[in-house]
């Protein structure tokens, strides 16, 4: 007898296996994102640092292999049902009372906005088929504190009291003594106010709250390291927002804190650092995805309260890349061009490559992330002509037209921030001299996390808010220990020297620092400092010796903070 086909799953049915097999695979997500960030701790003092670096790597990848399984197990659900959003709106619908007790149901939402994109490619957003905005006025689970006040002694003693309480007394190496220089520098300070976790990243683990008087709050860090020699130390102190801007920044790569509520602990922090977008902060502590989700309902909203448009980005014309701005927005969109004009030889694939490794690498302080966007959908009325003719021109792979409406199919979002040839054309010397030094310690700093830019031109190279000299020209980007440094060959007749083309066999990965000054454009007094204080880099010893270390397993520490927080312990 032949076997008698189940009947089909009823609408209703389906939506709720479908939402319980999204709602699985976030506990999944949560579960190994807990595991990954509670090792922090363990990593830290045993000093297992490329251990530590291995763990930020796995947990960055860790939201694409997870949401890739559910998505084929949702296709294998819904079968030729798959793009009826009919059972898709039932099933956010359950989903969304599966997460009302998740303490980080915000990140679920983000999660299952992934999962409709994966399946639909929207283009802009569709409320009834993923969440546009949450759908709880209130968070629907309360927090328990995530702070806590240590008041009634003197500052050093509170100071030795809260750290000893994340670090047992016996593993600190002369706590007392840098307890109290952190106290003195706190001056007229009576009470602290903590975040009950601890902030791992690279070889640094961060005690993150604020001080408070008289006068009210201020915003304070201890910075802690673990060297390889002793015990744990108290190595700087960070007051001020301007200071936990740099610890925070989009620049640096993100922290691993064990907090339940994501939710609470960023809406405390931007109560810190009330420049810093909920957007940032989400992505500082390893919700990146929900990072976007936050960004563009920041942008969504600032577009219905605003009326400029879209221009081309102040800089130099890129060779790969479009990029545009709202001069009311501090972000720049940035569009792979359909060809690159001479002499670049990459495609987009390899540009695409090159993105990924800065998401995925310590990026040091110096490397601007880019998160990507699909399928974004703006009003044309938004574009200011020229930018739309160049867009529908050069990126007509990427951009074409709707109706009222521009469809952009894939596109980097980074902070705006101005680069750093216009800088130098302002006129301010003594701005000029620091910009130029500091531009010497971004490619330092670079180098130490095993990344050589490529391209040194000043025109790729841009300076924050805060004054920092920052990379984001990432086509010609690549790991230091693949370069060739080599020493620029001495011509052997005049006719050689006087040639127009290398006279000498050049492979492509040889790179030839004795080259660089030549095309730094620099205003004299610039110049002639940065050649004082970074004059090394102008030689093939220094990449090469910066590569023995590398190569050895050495993992040189790039700081987060200026040398002056560091307390000097004798």
Same mark, same amino acid.
């Given at each position: ?6 009947p ?5 049915r ?23 960030t509670?090792?922090?701790?363990d ?24 949401l ?24 956010k ?17 983000s ?25 709880f ?37 002369n ?16 009470q ?8 791992y ?15 009210g ?18 190595d700087?102190?960070l ?23 994501p ?6 922090? *931007?109560? &810190? %650092?009330? /420049?810093?977008? $909920? ?6 502590? =390893?919700?990146?995805?929900? #990072? ?56 987009? *694939?390899? &540009? %695409?490559? /090159?993105?990924? $490794? ?6 040091? =302080?110096?490397?601007?992330? #880019? ?7 703006i ?33 980097y ?101 004795e080259e ?50 560091r307390?000097?312990?004798?």
């Open positions: 007898m032949s076997e008698i086909a189940a089909p799953l009823t609408d209703s389906l939506a709720a296996l479908c939402a319980d097999a999204a709602r699985d695979a976030f506990a999944e997500y949560e579960r190994h994102f807990d595991e990954i509670r090792r922090a701790r990593r830290f003092l045993n000093r297992e640092w490329q251990g530590s670096f291995d763990d930020a790597r796995e947990r960055l990848r860790l939201y694409s292999l997870i890739g399984s559910l998505t084929n197990r949702v296709r294998e659900l819904m079968a030729d049902r798959i793009e009826d959003r009919a059972i898709w709106s039932a099933t619908a359950v989903y969304s009372a599966h997460i009302s007790r998740s303490q980080r149901w915000d990140v679920a939402e999660f299952f906005n992934s999962l409709t994109r994966r399946v639909f490619a929207t283009e802009g957003v569709n409320s009834a088929i993923e969440f546009l905005d949450t759908d006025d209130q968070p629907p689970a309360q927090p328990g504190e995530i702070t806590r006040c240590y008041s009634g002694a003197p500052i050093s003693r509170l100071v030795q009291q809260l750290l000893t309480e994340h670090f047992a007394e016996e593993l600190w190496q706590l007392p003594a840098a307890a109290a220089i952190a106290a003195e520098r706190l001056g007229d300070a009576e602290l106010e903590i975040v009950g976790c601890v902030f990243r690279g070889r640094g683990a961060y005690v993150v709250g604020r001080a408070m008087d008289a006068s709050a201020v915003p304070i860090a201890f910075c802690l390291l673990h060297p390889d020699e002793g015990g744990i130390t108290l700087a102190l007051i001020g927002e301007a200071d936990l801007a740099i610890l925070f920044s989009y620049t640096r790569a993100y922290f691993r804190v064990d907090t339940q509520c939710h609470a602990l960023v809406r405390w922090l *931007r109560d &810190v %650092m009330q /420049r810093k977008r $909920l957007a940032e902060l989400y992505n500082a502590i =390893g919700y990146n995805r929900h #990072a976007k989700t936050e960004f563009y309902r920041n942008f969504v909203e600032h577009l219905q309260s605003s009326d400029d448009c879209f221009i081309e980005a102040e800089g130099t014309r890129g060779m790969v890349m479009i990029v545009f701005t709202l001069p009311s927005y501090d972000v720049v969109f940035k569009l792979i061009r359909d060809r690159f004009d001479q002499p670049k030889e990459s495609d987009r *694939r390899e &540009v %695409m490559r /090159r993105y990924k $490794l800065v998401f995925e690498h310590d990026r040091a =302080g110096r490397l601007i992330e #880019a998160h990507e966007f699909e399928h974004l959908r009003a044309r009325s938004r574009f200011e002509k020229s930018l739309l003719d160049e867009l529908l021109r050069d990126a007509g792979e990427t951009v074409r037209l709707e109706g009222d409406n521009v469809i952009i199919s894939h596109a979002v980074e902070r705006r921030v101005r680069p750093l040839n216009l800088f130098f054309t302002d006129g301010d010397e003594n701005a000029a001299i620091e910009a130029a030094c500091d531009y010497g310690q971004a490619i330092k700093d670079l180098a130490a996390s095993n990344i050589f830019p490529g391209d040194l031109l000043t025109k790729n190279f841009g300076l924050t808010r805060r004054g920092r000299v920052v990379f984001y020209d990432y086509d010609e980007l690549c790991f230091l220990t693949d370069c060739n440094f080599r020493e620029l060959p001495q011509s052997r007749s005049y006719e050689e020297e006087m040639s127009a083309e290398p006279w000498f066999s050049v492979r492509e990965n040889d790179i030839f620092p660089f000054p030549r095309f730094l454009s620099f205003p004299e007094s610039a110049r002639t400092e940065l050649v004082k204080r970074h004059g090394d880099l102008f030689h093939p010893q220094f990449w090469r010796e910066m590569q023995q270390r590398l190569r050895a397993g050495e993992l040189p520490q790039v700081f987060p903070y200026a040398p002056e927080r307390l000097a312990v004798a």
